[in-house]
């Protein structure tokens, strides 16, 4: 018998799914810009691919500095913060998990509680994520929407030659993040629980 807890409040789960629409509409509108050709249509035209990822990523500026001030004053920032004791042998225990043991249908080592939703592992990537990689794909992006906010010369090159390759890599590490966070959603309970949570705020384990 499944056991139930509330675990996401209204505002996390709101952010979620626009932090996740305005991604995916700047995975597309990205990809038809980098691979714009006038005799091949790439998911959207030049123009409209154009005006989509300046409006998106203006959108995911906005709304990230709304995340980063929700979870100061929420106290949500404590979730991701890796706790001591333990963390890397944790670290490797849901490594295995994800793995090998859930393969065999072994139980979560780690389930989710109020005081901690995520695990070692997902602590300290969601961290890398949310602190280290999202601001600076949105600085790049800004930078490169704004060229006078860049510097004229990096390291003898153009100053927006760089900027735009880390944003370019930076943007493709998120597409792979999601695409394995989406997979992680699929090992719940059930394989649609974890994203129901993410509708009611219930988790089932």
């Not at 305005?22 to 509108?29: D, E, H, K, M, V």
């Not at 998911?43 to 998106?56: K, N, Q, S």
């Not at 043991?101 to 997902?122: C, M």
């Not at 760089?162 to 394989?191: C, D, E, N, R, S």
Request: aromatic share 16%.
């Amino acid at each position: 018998m499944s056991e139930r807890i509330f675990l996401l409040p209204l505002w996390l789960r709101i952010w979620h799914w626009l932090n996740a629409l305005l991604i995916i509409a700047l995975i597309i509108s990205g990809i038809s810009l980098h691979f714009a050709d006038p005799e091949v249509a790439m998911f959207l035209g030049f123009d409209l691919a154009r005006d989509v990822h300046t409006v998106a990523g203006v959108a995911l500026c906005a709304l990230y500095i709304y995340f980063v001030i929700a979870n100061i004053f929420s106290g949500n920032w404590w979730q991701y913060v890796p706790k001591p004791g333990n963390f890397l042998k944790n670290v490797w225990i849901m490594t295995r998990y994800y793995l090998w043991d859930v393969f065999k249908g072994r139980p979560h080592p780690f389930p989710p509680t109020p005081e901690n939703n995520f695990n070692a592992l997902q602590q300290i990537i969601y961290w890398m994520v949310m602190y280290l990689l999202m601001p600076a794909l949105l600085i790049t992006g800004v930078m490169f929407m704004w060229p006078e906010f860049a510097p004229d010369r990096i390291m003898g090159v153009d100053g927006l030659l760089p900027i735009a390759m880390a944003h370019y890599i930076l943007g493709f590490l998120l597409m792979l993040f999601m695409l394995g966070h989406i997979y992680l959603g699929t090992l719940g309970a059930t394989t649609t629980s974890l994203f129901k949570m993410m509708i009611t705020g219930w988790h089932e384990h």
